[in-house]
């Protein structure tokens, strides 16, 4: 039996992920080779000070790397293979074009990931799920599996959310439930409140439930607190539904004190919060959520489209204390979507367990960061409003522009640009537009798009091209 002895403190992996990333960095290092029988789960548990389950899941993912095999009654062996994980392919098998061509830039995408040691570790992740695959064809119940919603909580905890399991699902992305929240919260002619310039897709949800979705006045901080009793008073509302980290399109971030502020309104009025949270995971550091200043009235959405990438099509839900709205949040649910594809759970369940969830996210920050500052540099100073993290600008039109001759201007540039009247809930919308900073566009392209976006804001539409 092979003496081997690993230091787990050269991993910032999970213990059994690190274990499996021991053995692969050893056999290519030579310190262990094909055929070494490695020692049992009880004898590596003892000497490394750890549960022997956790040394049996990492030979497990081992196994599944295709870098041990092991024989009952005989022990673990190692196969030799450290190169990749089995049925990973090869890092130049070419993307298939069909693919690669779909795109749809009016979208408020996050940038795409184009470091090569990630996107080998995000196939890793993928390929190793193959060992499951079976298991992860079958129906499962609704809300997710085990294994998933305790990944949906390590990723909740992020945002300082410690829900039970029992209050936690995993539902197949943001829009589907936001249509079950609101469908289970009021009736057609019933009134939900939102921000007046809000995320588009809420206007859409409301008018598929004959919902009245009216919006509310705003500051640099969010909607004002006075104005959302004043509608709890008249409106008699049953939900607020708030953007209030990143916001889209307008791209602020709701203070913690303007947070309290609204909790406590809603508390008083029993008025229920439907948190969007959708890109409350790209600061590292970002206010409190909704739901921790009123964990019994709020249903928080932790969409993945925005942080890690909108064809996961999965969110992890944090819902209030309430037996009643739970049972009928799950039966919309069920009628709506059946189940979360398990196999899309499964792999953020890996990729927030080993890390890589953690590296897109920091790569994402670091590629959105230098997006903003590239259009800070080029586009005329205070001539829109924008986060260092948010995918886009929010642009008012200055010189005569309306939006839509800008949004036609642009619409061969590469840019997402969409007109404020996607986003206006109630009155004349602002001539202003959202443009998208993120998605497959690469950086040269991006700084071409945007000289041509500052030519155009130099003067009037006159000036800046010739329409026929």
Known sequence: MKNWHPDLGQSDSPLYMAIADLIAADLRSGLLAAGDKLPTHRALAKRLAIDVTTVARGYLEAQKRGLVQSHVGRGTFVTGNAAAPAGVPPADTPADPRRAAIVDPSMNMPPEPDDPALLARMRGGLAALSADLVPLLRYQGFG???????????????????????????????????????????????????????????????????????????????????????????????????????????????????????????????????????????????????????????????????????????????????????????????????????????????????????????????????RQALAASLLPTGSHVADPLSFNIWLPLPHGWTRSTFSAYMRDSGLGVVASDAFTVDGTPPEAVRVCLGGPIARPQLRSALEFMAHALQGPPEMAGSFF
């Open 144 to 370: 997710g599996a085990a294994v998933d919603k305790e990944a949906a909580a390590l990723w909740l905890a992020r945002r300082g959310l410690t829900p039970p399991q029992e209050r936690i699902f995993v539902t197949p992305g943001a829009h589907p439930t936001l249509l079950a929240i609101l469908g289970t919260l009021a009736a057609a002619g019933d009134t939900v409140l939102s921000e007046n310039i809000t995320y588009p897709g809420i206007r859409s949800i409301a008018a598929q439930l004959r919902l009245r979705l009216a919006g509310l006045p705003m500051d640099g901080d969010g909607i004002l607190p006075d104005a959302f009793a004043a509608a709890c008073e008249r409106d008699r509302p049953k939900a607020l539904y708030l953007n209030p980290t990143l916001h889209n399109p307008l791209t602020f971030t709701m203070p913690a004190a303007r947070r309290a502020e609204i909790a406590a309104v809603a508390q008083r009025y029993r008025v229920p919060i439907v948190e969007d949270d959708a890109y409350g995971f790209i600061p590292a550091d970002g206010p409190a959520p909704l739901a921790a200043h009123a964990p019994d009235l709020t249903w928080h959405i932790g969409g993945l489209s925005k942080c890690i990438g909108a064809g996961l099509r999965l969110a992890y839900v944090a819902a209030p204390d309430d037996s009643r709205a739970l049972w009928s949040f799950a039966g919309a649910m069920r009628a709506g979507s059946v189940m979360a594809s398990p196999l899309t759970a499964a792999l953020a369940t890996r990729w927030t367990e080993d890390g890589t969830a953690e590296a897109i996210l920091a790569a994402l920050r670091i590629e959105t960061a230098e």
